[in-house]
């Protein structure tokens, strides 16, 4: 049995609009269950303690059973830093582990790696072709207060936000040592970009 990461909890995000989509990303189908789902389920075998943050529980329409928590989004407007800060404010942990919704190649090696760097700064980041992907990133608590400041002077970028917190940088070169290729970071944001990941699974 793999050994369970403490003191950290998982969350993916869904509470996007998908407008590029055409309809709600997180319930399209991904090998047979809900592309959330499928990110969710990597993650609940890695942390004690997992949640999904949407912004409408009904939007859902009980597709997802207790087993599949749902945490409602604590702002309205569709941006990733909402639900980040949603994600600190409802653990009950120290630290959690984001990753979005439609990033359903994320990679346990990935997770594992970024996590055992927690205690070096506030948030931990990959880095990949030189772009920071902090929706497969770990954040803790010290992020709340700042990003939350970030939100109320209408600042909604979580790069932006990461600017103002001690946040560690894992370059490409380190995390090719690990075997990652940059697949983790595949988002799906059309139908066509789903039916090309689609075909890689």
């Known amino acids: 049995m793999a050994q369970v990461i403490e003191g950290v909890t ?3 995000l869904a509470g996007g609009r998908s407008r590029r989509f055409g309809s709600n990303k997180a319930l399209a189908d991904w090998k047979g269950e809900p592309m959330a789902a499928a990110v969710f389920n990597l993650l609940k075998g890695l942390f004690r303690d997992n949640f999904v943050v949407v912004k409408k529980k009904e939007a859902f329409g009980g597709v997802f059973d207790s087993a599949f928590p749902l945490v409602e989004d604590i702002y309205l407007d569709p ?10 404010a409802r653990a009950s942990t120290e630290s959690v582990f984001v990753c979005a919704c439609d990033m359903p190649f994320v990679r346990e090696t990935l997770v594992r790696s970024l996590c055992a760097r927690g205690g070096e700064g506030d948030a931990v980041i990959p880095l990949w072709e030189g772009v920071p992907q902090p929706l497969c990133g770990l954040f803790s608590r010290p992020c709340l ?3 939350r400041t970030k939100i109320q002077e209408g600042d909604r970028s979580v790069v932006g936000a990461l600017r103002s917190v001690k946040a560690v940088y894992v370059r490409e070169d380190e995390m090719r040592k690990i075997g990652e290729t940059g697949i983790s970071f595949q988002d799906i944001d059309t139908p066509e970009e789903f039916a090309r990941m689609s075909a890689l699974r």
């Open 10 to 12: 998982g969350v993916v």
């Open 79 to 88: 941006h990733p830093l909402g639900g980040v800060i949603t994600a600190l």
């Open 145 to 147: 207060p700042v990003f």
